[in-house]
């Protein structure tokens, strides 16, 4: 599993502290929602030539991780 703090940060002052990838304005969620919409990963590289695979895995990383810590009452 990729290790998502390497890639991905949080601040206040960008995208409203939404977590972002670090070194662009581009949010998790636009890359999951690039995803679900079905682009693959080779067209997002190519449309965003500042990302790399390990970014987009981050993102997947991420998510992957806040989903196994929510708790339900």
């Not at 998502?4 to 502290?17: C, D, L, M, S, V």
């Not at 969620?29 to 693959?40: C, E, F, I, K, R």
């Amino acid at each position: 599993m990729v290790d998502y703090k390497k890639y991905i940060a949080i601040e206040p002052n960008k995208r409203f502290g939404k977590p972002i990838l670090i070194g662009t304005r581009i949010s998790v969620y636009d890359v999951l929602n690039w995803l679900a919409n079905g682009m693959s990963k080779k067209e997002i590289l190519i449309d965003f030539p500042e990302l790399k695979e390990e970014s987009i895995n981050a993102c997947l990383s991420f998510v992957a991780n806040r989903e196994n810590s929510i708790r339900v009452a």
